[in-house]
Antibody
Framework: EVQLVESGGGLVQPGGSLRLSCAAS????????MNWVRQAPGKGLEWLSH????????YYADSVKGRFTISRDNAKNSLFLQMNSLRAEDTAVYYC?????????WGQGTLVTVSS | SYELTQPLSVSVALGQTARITCGGN??????VHWYQQKPGQAPVLVIY???NRPSGIPERFSGSNSGNTATLTISRAQAGDEADYYC????????FGGGTKLTVL
C-alpha cells in the first residue's frame, strides 16, 4: 500500500525556519517524481515545488523561490522541504504528493503555523 | 502566467448529473487532471489526462476537454460526492484551479 507521511510542521515565528519531511513507503520511491503542495486555511491548493526522481530537475513556485528548498534522499525513501524566512502567509497544511504529470497519491499533510 | 477558472460552487440534486467546469486559454491542448477533496482530508485523484479514471474511482466520474473548457461530470450524484473539486494542468509550472464546492441536494 502506498503511504506518504508528512512530519515536521508546527508553530514558528515570522522569519523562522522549518524542515518538513515526507516518508514514503509501499512503492519504489526512487522511481517517482515528487511534489509539495500547500493549502492555507479555507483556501485552495497551491503547488510549491517539484523534484524529479534523481533530483536532476527542480521547480519552484514564484511565491517560495529563494526561500524554500526541496530535496530528497532516495536511500531513505524521504522527501524534504526546507522553509526559511517564513511569513504569516505561509501558514497552511503542507502536503507531499507523488507524481510528475499528475499527482496520484497524497499524504495527509502537516500543519505549519507562522505566528508570533 | 496560465490561469484556470472554476465556478465557486455547483449544486446538484441527488441522483442527477453534476458538471464542474475548468476554463483556461486553449486548455484543450493540455492534459487536465481532477482531484476531489473532502473536509479534513487530503485530495484524491479522480480523473487524469482529461478522461482517465484511476483504479477505485467509480465510473460515474468522467472527464472531457476541448477548446477553452475542461469538464468533470459526475453522474447519479450521491451524498458522498459532496466535496471540493480542483482541476490541474502543467503549464510552465503546476497550475491548480481555484476549486469548486459541490453540494448534493
Amino acid at each position: 500500500e502506498v503511504q506518504l507521511v508528512e512530519s515536521g510542521g508546527g508553530l514558528v515565528q515570522p522569519g523562522g525556519s522549518l524542515r518538513l519531511s515526507c516518508a514514503a513507503s509501499g512503492f519504489t520511491f526512487s522511481s517517482y517524481e515528487m511534489n509539495w503542495v500547500r493549502q492555507a486555511p479555507g483556501k485552495g491548493l497551491e503547488w510549491l515545488s517539484h523534484i524529479t526522481s534523481a533530483s536532476g530537475t527542480i521547480y519552484y513556485a514564484d511565491s517560495v523561490k529563494g526561500r524554500f528548498t526541496i530535496s530528497r534522499d532516495n536511500a531513505k525513501n524521504s522527501l524534504f522541504l526546507q522553509m526559511n524566512s517564513l511569513r504569516a502567509e505561509d501558514t497552511a497544511v503542507y502536503y507531499c504528493a507523488r507524481g510528475g504529470v499528475y499527482f496520484d497519491f497524497w499524504g495527509q499533510g502537516t500543519l505549519v503555523t507562522v505566528s508570533s | 502566467s496560465y490561469e484556470l477558472t472554476q465556478p465557486l460552487s455547483v449544486s446538484v440534486a441527488l441522483g442527477q448529473t453534476a458538471r464542474i467546469t475548468c476554463g483556461g486559454n486553449n486548455i484543450g491542448g493540455k492534459n487536465v487532471h481532477w482531484y476531489q477533496q473532502k473536509p479534513g482530508q487530503a485530495p484524491v485523484l479522480v480523473i487524469y489526462r482529461d478522461y482517465n479514471r484511476p483504479s477505485g474511482i467509480p465510473e460515474r466520474f468522467s472527464g472531457s476537454n476541448s477548446g477553452n473548457t475542461a469538464t468533470l461530470t459526475i453522474s447519479r450524484a450521491q451524498a458522498g460526492d459532496e466535496a471540493d473539486y480542483y482541476c490541474h494542468v502543467w503549464d510552465i509550472h503546476v497550475v491548480f484551479g481555484g476549486g469548486t464546492k459541490l453540494t448534493v441536494l
